[in-house]
Structures are given as structure tokens and as C-alpha cells.
């Protein structure tokens, strides 16, 4: 996730990324909003079978994507909404003003069509990635370069993860450090973007930065998901793709712009077909591809299995 902008060309210099050959995979344009619409980040819906909640942080509101394309806002709020999650407790999402003390995460009540309070996260300035392992959630600060563990049945929070390689190398850049999370077989997966690195650690380590190591250099990753052969798939936002990194390394661009993606933020694979990952784009406002900006999009890519 970086701050939304305006169109035209970027006016800092992206990071260092290797761009792995294109092989598009069948995709889907799901449901479209209009040019400088920012989607940041999608988890399934719980009431809904079927459809996706989707953040959109330049209109502070969620989204509820059905799934013959029909969209609606569940929420609107006061600040920017960032990461989501869907879990056995409830969904829940981020919610602050980007830079600034007094981040909360609150509870989405799709059927109400509103939202409560459940902690406020003292430690968090710029939320971002949100995940949940299992027992408690994971949230991601893009600006402080940590990662905070968040019970969200005690209402507490605390730093789980914080490490020199989550941080940015250029505080002005408007690119992000640490961005996005994902959980997969005991391990905590988190992308660098400024760093365009890749990293992990053990998800039971008493100490985890003691345990931090890179995974993949030269690889701007957003948002991110796992499968269950261990295929990573990123978002890489302002390279306008998404991209699929194998466990022996090998990478490969599985979309791009004609596919829909420019401005690629967030990926998930549905719950329910293992055969579909969900794509949501900004349609290039960070970094305009040739022809401009496109409209904001959902797509659903049909993955080779």
C-alpha cells in the first residue's frame, strides 16, 4: 500500500525489480470503479458466500463485491480503512489516519452494514497487511517497519516483529517498507517494498528478528498469498502484475495490464476453489502505465494447477 496519487509519472524512482517473464493465466474482470478509486486490500466475505469485501482507502469506506460483478458499500468511515481479515471470529480491519498515532482495529457487522471498535493499537502509525494465524492477528506498519500481534479477544496488542529490513532505505520515498503478510505451514511471510525484498520467519519463534532472513531479492511485492504447494503469489503495484514465485525460486509474471491489474495492491485465493485468485488494482495512480490510468478493478485470475 503507498498513499494515493494523482496520475502521471512518478516522481521517484521505483525500486529494483526483476521482471520475470509474462505467461497470462485466464482472467476475469470481476466489477470496475471509477479512474483515481484506490483498492488496497480484499478478504472473503463471511455472510456472503461467494462475495468479497474490498478496502478502499481514497473514499475511507468497504466495499461488498457479489459475485455477478454487483458492488456495494458496507461501511464508510470516518479515517482510512488498510488491511482486512476474514477469520472464525469475525472480520476485521485497520483503520487510522495514515502516519498518525491512534489506529484501531474494529469488527465489520456486514449484516447491521456497520462496524465496532475492539482495541485501540498504540504502536501502530501506518497500517497496512493484516493476517491471522491461527490464534491472533498480524498487522503490518509500513512507517514504524514492524509487525504487531493483536489478540482481538483480549483487546491487546504488542510488537511482535521488528527488524532493520522492514524499515525503508529512503524515508521520502512514498513507496513503503514493510507491506504486506501472509501465514503459511509455521511461517510469517512479509514483503518489503522500498527494499523490494521478501522475507520470513518462524511464526512459534520466541525471538523473530533473531530468525528474519530473505527469501527473494529484487522482488517489489505488495500484498501476497500463499498456496498449498507453497507458490507465493504478489502483487507488485507499481509494476502493474501479479507474480508468482515457486518454492525452487522460479518466477513468472501470471498477469498484467491487458489482464487487467495495473496497479495490482492485493492478492487472495478463494477459500472455496483453490483454482481462483482475486486481484484488486488502482488502475496505475501510483505509477501510471502507457495510456494513463485505468479505472479501479477486481479481477479473478483461474490459476494452473
Same mark, same amino acid.
Given at each position: 500500500?503507498s498513499?494515493p496519487?494523482?496520475?502521471?509519472h512518478?516522481?521517484?524512482?521505483?525500486p529494483?525489480?526483476?521482471?520475470?517473464?509474462? *505467461?497470462?493465466?485466464?482472467?476475469?474482470?470481476?466489477?470496475?470503479w471509477?479512474?483515481?478509486t484506490?483498492l488496497?486490500?480484499?478478504?472473503?466475505?463471511?455472510?456472503?458466500? #461467494?462475495?468479497?469485501?474490498?478496502?478502499?482507502?481514497?473514499?475511507d469506506?468497504?466495499?461488498?463485491v457479489d459475485?455477478?460483478?454487483?458492488?456495494e458499500?458496507?461501511?464508510?468511515?470516518?479515517n482510512t480503512?488498510t488491511g482486512i481479515?476474514?477469520?472464525d471470529?469475525?472480520?476485521f480491519?485497520?483503520?487510522?489516519?495514515?502516519?498518525?498515532?491512534?489506529?484501531q482495529?474494529?469488527?465489520?457487522?456486514?449484516s447491521?452494514?456497520?462496524?465496532?471498535?475492539?482495541c485501540?493499537?498504540?504502536? &501502530?502509525v501506518l497500517?497496512?497487511?493484516?493476517t491471522?494465524d491461527g490464534?491472533?492477528? &498480524?498487522?503490518?506498519?509500513? #512507517?514504524?517497519?514492524h509487525v504487531?500481534?493483536?489478540?482481538?479477544?483480549?483487546? !491487546?496488542?504488542?510488537?511482535w516483529l521488528?527488524?532493520?529490513?522492514?524499515?525503508?532505505l529512503?524515508?521520502d520515498?512514498?513507496?513503503? #517498507?514493510?507491506?504486506?503478510?501472509a501465514?503459511h505451514?509455521?511461517?510469517v511471510?512479509?514483503?518489503?517494498t522500498? *527494499?523490494?525484498?521478501?522475507?520470513?520467519c518462524?511464526?512459534?519463534?520466541?525471538?523473530?528478528?533473531?530468525?528474519?532472513?530473505?527469501v527473494?531479492?529484487?522482488?517489489?511485492g505488495?500484498d501476497?498469498?500463499?498456496d498449498?504447494? #507453497?507458490?507465493?503469489?504478489?502483487?507488485t503495484?507499481?509494476?502493474?502484475?501479479?507474480?508468482?514465485?515457486?518454492?525452487?525460486?522460479? *518466477?513468472?509474471?501470471?498477469?498484467?495490464i491487458?489482464?487487467?491489474?495495473?496497479?495490482?495492491?492485493s492478492?487472495?485465493l478463494d477459500?472455496?476453489?483453490p483454482?481462483?485468485?482475486?486481484?484488486?488494482? !488502482?488502475?496505475?495512480l501510483?505509477?501510471?502505465?502507457e495510456?494513463?490510468?485505468?479505472?479501479?478493478?477486481?479481477?479473478?485470475?483461474t490459476?494452473?494447477q
Amino acid at each position: 500500500m503507498s498513499n494515493p496519487v494523482s496520475g502521471g509519472h512518478p516522481t521517484f524512482a521505483l525500486p529494483d525489480h526483476d521482471i520475470p517473464p509474462l *505467461r497470462p493465466v485466464h482472467s476475469v474482470v470481476v466489477a470496475e470503479w471509477p479512474e483515481g478509486t484506490f483498492l488496497e486490500n480484499l478478504a472473503p466475505a463471511r455472510t456472503h458466500p #461467494g462475495s468479497w469485501l474490498v478496502t478502499i482507502t481514497s473514499h475511507d469506506r468497504i466495499d461488498r463485491v457479489d459475485p455477478d460483478g454487483r458492488h456495494e458499500t458496507v461501511v464508510e468511515l470516518p479515517n482510512t480503512v488498510t488491511g482486512i481479515a476474514t477469520t472464525d471470529l469475525g472480520t476485521f480491519f485497520l483503520t487510522g489516519v495514515l502516519g498518525a498515532p491512534g489506529w484501531q482495529l474494529a469488527r465489520l457487522d456486514e449484516s447491521a452494514a456497520g462496524q465496532s471498535t475492539v482495541c485501540d493499537i498504540p504502536d &501502530l502509525v501506518l497500517g497496512n497487511g493484516l493476517t491471522w494465524d491461527g490464534h491472533r492477528l &498480524l498487522a503490518v506498519d509500513s #512507517g514504524l517497519g514492524h509487525v504487531v500481534a493483536i489478540d482481538p479477544v483480549a483487546r !491487546t496488542s504488542s510488537v511482535w516483529l521488528a527488524h532493520e529490513l522492514l524499515t525503508k532505505l529512503n524515508p521520502d520515498t512514498p513507496l513503503p #517498507g514493510a507491506n504486506g503478510i501472509a501465514v503459511h505451514q509455521g511461517w510469517v511471510y512479509v514483503t518489503n517494498t522500498e *527494499r523490494a525484498q521478501l522475507l520470513c520467519c518462524p511464526l512459534a519463534s520466541r525471538n523473530p528478528a533473531d530468525e528474519l532472513e530473505v527469501v527473494a531479492e529484487r522482488l517489489a511485492g505488495d500484498d501476497l498469498d500463499i498456496d498449498p504447494h #507453497g507458490r507465493i503469489y504478489l502483487a507488485t503495484h507499481p509494476y502493474h502484475s501479479v507474480l508468482r514465485l515457486d518454492p525452487g525460486g522460479h *518466477r513468472e509474471d501470471i498477469a498484467g495490464i491487458d489482464q487487467g491489474v495495473a496497479g495490482s495492491t492485493s492478492v487472495a485465493l478463494d477459500p472455496q476453489d483453490p483454482t481462483a485468485l482475486y486481484v484488486t488494482s !488502482t488502475g496505475g495512480l501510483l505509477s501510471p502505465p502507457e495510456g494513463g490510468v485505468q479505472p479501479a478493478r477486481l479481477v479473478q485470475l483461474t490459476l494452473d494447477q
